[in-house]
């Protein structure tokens, strides 16, 4: 689900060996996405893991399927097994399908930007609370196969890309312990730095689906 609030991190670059933003202020766009958002941008890396994130705290799992017709699809469980409440991200244009050394990495968060282009905004996505013992379930289609990131068209307007033979999928979920609020209200995680270092990331167990 999308929100009608979102707040957008403007003017960021690499430089000196860090993400800067290049001092103008931050916008609201409420619910309009500007033209740099929709710029066609190469997927970037996606996010570190977290060494100290505590792993039994949001539970990942992905299983796959196809379909009489030969639709290839991921199933996702994505659970709290924790005793406290959860914040994954609210948004719907995830999950992202990021490709990583050949591994297809279906992420339900925040990738960093790619450090080696200049971006002119920066969509910090908002949260939704996930409390203890609740789940979440969602069903990717790999088929047809479009790749997309947190800076990149949304999916369905991205080409096609055709693999061959069996793929490693991984599913990842990032998540905080603190809710993300929608502009206006959101006062804390307002740049990609502060969004980053907010998400922890739990991962599921790798599977391999088999492209015809």
């Known amino acids: 689900m999308g929100n009608s609030g979102e707040i957008w991190d403007i003017g960021y670059t690499f430089v000196n060996g860090e993400f800067r933003r290049r001092g103008r202020p931050q916008t609201q766009k409420n619910g309009q996405r500007s033209g740099a958002d929709l710029a066609d941008r190469r997927p970037g890396r996606v996010p570190a893991e977290t060494p100290t994130t505590p792993t039994e705290a949001l539970r990942v799992s992905c299983t796959t399927a196809t379909g009489d017709d030969g639709e290839i699809t991921v199933r996702v469980v994505i659970e709290n097994v924790s005793d406290a409440t959860l914040h994954i991200f609210?948004?719907?244009?995830?999950?992202?399908?990021?490709?990583?050394?050949?591994?297809?990495?279906?992420?339900?968060?925040?990738?960093p930007p790619d450090p080696n282009r200049e971006y002119f905004v920066i969509e910090i996505?908002?949260?939704q609370a996930l409390p203890p013992g609740a789940r979440v379930e969602d069903e990717v289609s790999l088929t047809p196969l479009r790749l997309g990131d947190?800076?990149?068209?949304p999916r369905e307007r991205n080409s096609a890309v055709t693999r061959h033979g069996a793929v490693t999928v991984r599913c990842e979920v990032g998540w905080g312990q603190t809710p993300i609020l929608p502009a206006p209200e959101e006062e804390h995680v307002r740049n990609i730095d502060r969004l980053l270092a907010w998400q922890q990331l739990s991962r599921a167990e790798a599977i391999q689906v088999e492209f015809p």
Not at 92 to 98: D, I, N, T
């Open 90 to 111: 609210d948004r719907a244009r995830m999950p992202y399908l990021l490709e990583e050394d050949g591994t297809l990495v279906i992420l339900y968060g925040v990738n």
């Open 125 to 127: 996505p908002s949260t």
């Open 150 to 153: 947190h800076y990149s068209l």
